[in-house]
Each structure stands twice: as structure tokens, then as C-alpha cells.
């Protein structure tokens, strides 16, 4: 008996030690799959797992239509490269002189800097193909080390809904994977017309539903790759931040999260549809389309009549079919009210407490409106802050631990460029390299530097952000953050001119603008 039991042991301490020892993106079985990676080309000792399938690919019967779990694949899923999206607005990047966070998702590397003089080259995989076929996400992970089962950070992009992509260098997961032993997953989602047709096909927000999916897939995957699943917390800017809260009210029954992160964005404030809310005009775009498609006009009573025919066309057709003429034509295309994914009366959920009750972490950057000639603390740009103002004190009304920020690092190598000299104040998405610590791939390519306070205060953007992921009810007040009182200084103000320090404001000096928006209804 004692021989069986320490042979059993023996066997236990084995497997474990061979398993600590696997090398960086060894061969790992899921749910939909035996996945290979690989170890990160930044990062040698974190191991990189890159466009893991976690639905069937949208296409064909598919297309315009919610997603399916991926099937059980009886081979090897290679997972060593990254799956770029596909869409249609590269118009819209035009308004995103800063091009780094917002590179190319959609077209050719050549149509993009043919349409944007201002983009550089791509910034994340130039070889990868981008299709249609991209409901996939990546995962970067070190379970030789740390925690056993350790927090998971998943990201999701922004970019209005309508451009964007997990692969962008920026959102490279390795850095935060090794320093902070966390777990991190981003995903892709379908964009534009894609993503967001206006139109019930039954479902308007797919998009939405994609990232519900993947997050599906990640509760039941994550431990195999050293994750645990109890503690997943996303996170996401822009629209992916107004993604992130949607995600609080629309799965209050199963929230499978521990956390939530929305940066620059909330339910009442990411990028809305020009239509939002408008029956006929939605009705109108999706004619529109399927007239330039070749397919016939639809109505209200028939929106789904057409749709063969429409699913019959190239991605390459589609594409070319919804390419704007400028930023708002683009901008039908995004989530509209369905009530089921995005609700019309989100304010008055949100009064009412309708929403996930797990902690918060929400702010902003201090100046987004850089490229439209905002200035920080400028009555102007303090309407910017209303979101998170609001976000963080009906979370706290509730009940629930919340935490609010304002990042204010400004720093030389984060310069918009010559069209925006003198702009003050950290602009729409600066954040984000420093978070991800990914301004050290931008400056090799650029021959910037990053000062030595750019460098600390990354380091603490990684600390705090793994700190909540570990322990969202009180991993920020271990490290002296108060808990967010609009009556106190309690929203962290993160760094400034060449400055890695971290303050706390008073709301009061921050958000004289907060209770006449809310008021008039514009949160």
C-alpha cells in the first residue's frame, strides 16, 4: 500500500516537473483541439499560442449570422501566427494620425498608406493573411514559474467598431505575461458591416456575440495554458472599453468574469452608430449594401430576403461594397439596441444597479480630444472624464468596489507628429504601449527612447492592471489606492510631463461638467 502511494506520488511529482520544464509553447489539448505554439519572438521564456479558432469561421451560411463554439479539429491547430481581420473603414483611419495603436486590419498594407499618407508600416504581422475567417484569440502565458493558476487579463481592441485587430504590435501580450505572471488573451471580433449589420438577421451586434463566445472559450480552456478560470478580468479602450461595460449589463446572469477594466470608453460613451437607434435608417444602409452587391432593394418586413445572395459575394465584394467615403458614412456600421447585447435603457440599469457586480477599474486618458485641439483641464476636455465619472459612481452606489484613474503621462517618444506640435496632455490610446510595455518594439523600429520615468511608470501601469486581474476586491488597496468617493481625492492621476508619479485628485476639480451631461441625458 505505502509502495502504491509513493509510486503514485513519484508518478504526480514527475508528470509536474516535466511539465514545468515543457519548453515555451509546447503542444497543449483543448476543447476544440490539440494546440501547438510557440515561444514568443520578444519574450523567449513566455510561451505564445496565436490564432486559437474559438468559433466556426463566419462565412458562407455564417456570414451575418451569431457565432458557432469551433468544432472539435482531429489535428494539430497550429498556433504560431496571428489572424489579422478584415474591414472595410481605412477612411477612418485618417483621423488617427498616431497610427501605431490604429494600424491596418482591413486592407493591403498598399491601400492603406495609399488612403493614409501618415501610416507607417505595419505594425504587427505584415505576413499574416487578413480574411474574413478571424474569430480567433491569442494567449501568452510562463506556467513555469509563479502561480500555479494564475489571473487572466483578456484584451479587446478598439478602434469604433470598425477597424483594429488582437494583432496589432501594441497589444502583444508577452511583456505583462512575464513580468507580472498573469495570463494574457486578446481576441478578435467582426468589424464594420461584418460585425454590425443595424439589421435583426435575427442578431445586430455579432460583433458583441463574438467576444461573449471567446470568453466562453477561454473559461473552459484557460487552465490548460496555467490560467484560472475564477479570475479572468477584462479590459479593453475605446470601443473596447464601451465594450467591456456592455458586457456588465448584458450578462448579469453569467457573468463568468471576476473584473472589469473599460479604458476610454463605457456603455454611454464608446463610439455609437450614426443610426443608433433608428430603425429606418438601419434598414436604409442595409439596402444600400445589398443593392451595391447586386442582390435588390429589402424593406423592414424582409431584411433577411436578399441575404443569400449577399453571403454569395466575396469578402473582397463586401468589402469594397461598405468602403466610406469618410469616418461618419463609416460609422453606420456599429452596435446598434437590440436588447440583448446593448439596451436603450442602459441609464436607467445603470440608476438602478442592473449590472455585473464585480469590481471596476475605470478611467481615461486626460486630454482625448488631442487631435481636435483639446487641452487638458480645459472645461472642453473635462466633459471627456463624465464617462468614467459616472461609470465608477453608480458602481459605488451599488455597492461595488470600484476604482478610478486619469492618465496624464506625456512623454517625448509619444509625440503625435508635425500636424499636432504643442499638443499637451497624454492623447486617445497613449496609454496603451506603455501598459502592454510595447513602446520597446515601436522604438526599434523608430529609433525613439523612452525617458527613464516613461520606463517607471510602464512598469506601474503593469502592476496595477495585474494587481486588480489577482485580487479585484483588494489588490488595489494593498497597494494604497482608496477606493473611488466622488466626495475625496481618490482618482489616481498617472503620471504627467516627463513624470512618473501617481497622485490622487478630487473628482470635484475634475468633473464640473459631469451632472449637466448626465442630466441632459448625453452619458
Same mark, same amino acid.
Given at each position: 500500500?505505502?509502495?502504491?502511494?509513493?509510486?503514485?506520488?513519484?508518478?504526480?511529482?514527475?508528470?509536474?516537473?516535466?511539465?514545468?520544464?515543457?519548453?515555451?509553447?509546447?503542444?497543449?489539448?483543448?476543447?476544440?483541439? +490539440?494546440?501547438?505554439?510557440?515561444?514568443?519572438?520578444?519574450?523567449?521564456?513566455?510561451?505564445?499560442?496565436?490564432?486559437?479558432?474559438?468559433?466556426?469561421?463566419?462565412?458562407?451560411?455564417?456570414?451575418?449570422?451569431?457565432?458557432?463554439?469551433?468544432?472539435?479539429?482531429?489535428?494539430?491547430?497550429?498556433?504560431?501566427?496571428?489572424?489579422?481581420?478584415?474591414?472595410?473603414?481605412?477612411?477612418?483611419?485618417?483621423?488617427?494620425?498616431?497610427?501605431?495603436?490604429?494600424?491596418?486590419?482591413?486592407?493591403?498594407?498598399?491601400?492603406?498608406?495609399?488612403?493614409?499618407?501618415?501610416?507607417?508600416?505595419?505594425?504587427?504581422?505584415?505576413?499574416?493573411?487578413?480574411?474574413?475567417?478571424?474569430?480567433?484569440?491569442?494567449?501568452?502565458?510562463?506556467?513555469?514559474?509563479?502561480?500555479?493558476?494564475?489571473?487572466?487579463?483578456?484584451?479587446?481592441?478598439?478602434?469604433?467598431?470598425?477597424?483594429? +485587430?488582437?494583432?496589432?504590435?501594441?497589444?502583444?501580450?508577452?511583456?505583462?505575461?512575464?513580468?507580472?505572471?498573469?495570463?494574457?488573451?486578446?481576441?478578435?471580433?467582426?468589424?464594420?458591416?461584418?460585425?454590425?449589420?443595424?439589421?435583426?438577421?435575427?442578431?445586430?451586434?455579432?460583433?458583441?456575440?463574438?467576444?461573449?463566445?471567446?470568453?466562453?472559450?477561454?473559461?473552459?480552456?484557460?487552465?490548460?495554458?496555467?490560467?484560472?478560470?475564477?479570475?479572468?478580468?477584462?479590459?479593453?479602450?475605446?470601443?473596447?472599453?464601451?465594450?467591456?461595460?456592455?458586457?456588465?449589463?448584458?450578462?448579469?446572469?453569467?457573468?463568468?468574469?471576476?473584473?472589469?477594466?473599460?479604458? +476610454?470608453?463605457?456603455?454611454?460613451?464608446?463610439?455609437?452608430?450614426?443610426?443608433?437607434?433608428?430603425?429606418? +435608417?438601419?434598414?436604409?444602409?442595409?439596402?444600400?449594401?445589398?443593392?451595391?452587391?447586386?442582390?435588390?432593394?429589402?424593406?423592414?418586413?424582409?431584411?433577411?430576403?436578399?441575404?443569400?445572395?449577399?453571403?454569395?459575394?466575396?469578402?473582397?465584394?463586401?468589402?469594397?461594397?461598405?468602403?466610406?467615403?469618410?469616418?461618419?458614412?463609416?460609422?453606420?456600421?456599429?452596435?446598434?439596441?437590440?436588447?440583448?447585447?446593448?439596451?436603450?435603457?442602459?441609464?436607467?440599469?445603470?440608476?438602478?444597479?442592473?449590472?455585473?457586480?464585480?469590481?471596476?477599474?475605470?478611467?481615461?486618458?486626460?486630454?482625448?480630444?488631442?487631435?481636435?485641439?483639446?487641452?487638458?483641464?480645459?472645461?472642453?476636455?473635462?466633459?471627456?472624464?463624465?464617462?468614467?465619472?459616472?461609470?465608477?459612481?453608480?458602481?459605488?452606489?451599488?455597492?461595488?468596489?470600484?476604482?478610478?484613474?486619469?492618465?496624464?503621462?506625456?512623454?517625448?517618444?509619444?509625440?503625435?507628429?508635425?500636424?499636432?506640435?504643442?499638443?499637451?496632455?497624454?492623447?486617445?490610446?497613449?496609454?496603451?504601449?506603455?501598459?502592454?510595455?510595447?513602446?520597446?518594439?515601436?522604438?526599434?523600429?523608430?529609433?525613439?527612447?523612452?525617458?527613464?520615468?516613461?520606463?517607471?511608470?510602464?512598469?506601474?501601469?503593469?502592476?496595477?492592471?495585474?494587481?486588480?486581474?489577482?485580487?479585484?476586491?483588494?489588490?488595489?488597496?494593498?497597494?494604497?489606492?482608496?477606493?473611488?468617493?466622488?466626495?475625496?481625492?481618490?482618482?489616481?492621476?498617472?503620471?504627467?510631463?516627463?513624470?512618473?508619479?501617481?497622485?490622487?485628485?478630487?473628482?470635484?476639480?475634475?468633473?464640473?461638467?459631469?451632472?449637466?451631461?448626465?442630466?441632459?441625458?448625453?452619458?
Amino acid at each position: 500500500m505505502f509502495v502504491t502511494l509513493f509510486l503514485s506520488a513519484l508518478c504526480v511529482s514527475t508528470t509536474d516537473a516535466l511539465a514545468t520544464r515543457a519548453p515555451p509553447g509546447a503542444q497543449i489539448g483543448t476543447s476544440t483541439g +490539440s494546440v501547438q505554439g510557440k515561444a514568443s519572438s520578444w519574450k523567449s521564456g513566455v510561451s505564445e499560442y496565436l490564432g486559437i479558432p474559438y468559433a466556426q469561421p463566419p462565412v458562407g451560411e455564417l456570414r451575418w449570422a451569431a457565432p458557432k463554439p469551433a468544432k472539435l479539429f482531429n489535428g494539430l491547430i497550429n498556433a504560431t501566427t496571428f489572424v489579422r481581420i478584415v474591414s472595410s473603414s481605412t477612411q477612418l483611419l485618417q483621423t488617427f494620425p498616431r497610427i501605431d495603436v490604429f494600424s491596418s486590419c482591413a486592407e493591403s498594407a498598399s491601400r492603406l498608406n495609399k488612403n493614409n499618407p501618415n501610416a507607417p508600416q505595419n505594425t504587427g504581422a505584415a505576413e499574416n493573411e487578413q480574411r474574413e475567417d478571424c474569430l480567433t484569440l491569442n494567449i501568452w502565458t510562463k506556467p513555469q514559474t509563479g502561480e500555479a493558476k494564475k489571473a487572466v487579463l483578456i484584451w479587446i481592441h478598439g478602434g469604433a467598431f470598425l477597424v483594429g +485587430s488582437s494583432a496589432n504590435q501594441p497589444y502583444n501580450g508577452a511583456l505583462l505575461a512575464e513580468e507580472n505572471d498573469v495570463v494574457v488573451a486578446s481576441l478578435n471580433y467582426r468589424l464594420s458591416a461584418l460585425g454590425f449589420p443595424g439589421v435583426g438577421l435575427p442578431d445586430k451586434n455579432l460583433g458583441l456575440l463574438d467576444m461573449r463566445l471567446a470568453i466562453e472559450w477561454l473559461r473552459d480552456n484557460v487552465e490548460k495554458f496555467g490560467g484560472d478560470a475564477k479570475r479572468m478580468t477584462l479590459f479593453g479602450q475605446s470601443a473596447g472599453g464601451g465594450a467591456v461595460d456592455y458586457y456588465s449589463y448584458a450578462y448579469t446572469k453569467d457573468p463568468i468574469l471576476a473584473g472589469l477594466i473599460p479604458m +476610454s470608453g463605457t456603455a454611454g460613451a464608446a463610439p455609437g452608430a450614426s443610426n443608433v437607434g433608428n430603425t429606418a +435608417s438601419a434598414v436604409n444602409n442595409w439596402s444600400t449594401l445589398s443593392v451595391k452587391l447586386g442582390c435588390g432593394r429589402v424593406t423592414a418586413a424582409d431584411v433577411g430576403k436578399t441575404l443569400g445572395c449577399m453571403r454569395s459575394k466575396s469578402t473582397e465584394e463586401v468589402m469594397q461594397a461598405t468602403l466610406p467615403k469618410d469616418s461618419r458614412e463609416a460609422r453606420i456600421w456599429q452596435p446598434d439596441y437590440d436588447g440583448k447585447t446593448l439596451f436603450a435603457d442602459t441609464a436607467a440599469r445603470r440608476a438602478r444597479g442592473d449590472f455585473i457586480q464585480v469590481p471596476v477599474l475605470v478611467g481615461n486618458v486626460d486630454n482625448e480630444l488631442a487631435t481636435q485641439g483639446g487641452v487638458p483641464g480645459s472645461e472642453d476636455n473635462k466633459v471627456q472624464n463624465c464617462p468614467s465619472d459616472v461609470t465608477a459612481n453608480y458602481r459605488r452606489k451599488a455597492g461595488v468596489p470600484v476604482w478610478r484613474y486619469l492618465y496624464s503621462g506625456q512623454f517625448p517618444d509619444q509625440n503625435l507628429g508635425p500636424a499636432f506640435a504643442g499638443v499637451q496632455g497624454a492623447w486617445h490610446g497613449a496609454e496603451l504601449a506603455e501598459l502592454f510595455g510595447t513602446t520597446e518594439l515601436k522604438n526599434r523600429r523608430t529609433g525613439e527612447k523612452s525617458t527613464a520615468n516613461e520606463l517607471v511608470l510602464a512598469a506601474k501601469l503593469r502592476e496595477v492592471w495585474s494587481a486588480f486581474a489577482k485580487d479585484p476586491v483588494h489588490g488595489l488597496d494593498k497597494l494604497g489606492w482608496p477606493q473611488y468617493d466622488n466626495t475625496k481625492p481618490t482618482v489616481a492621476v498617472l503620471g504627467g510631463n516627463d513624470n512618473a508619479d501617481i497622485t490622487f485628485e478630487s473628482p470635484v476639480t475634475l468633473d464640473s461638467q459631469c451632472a449637466l451631461m448626465e442630466a441632459l441625458g448625453s452619458i
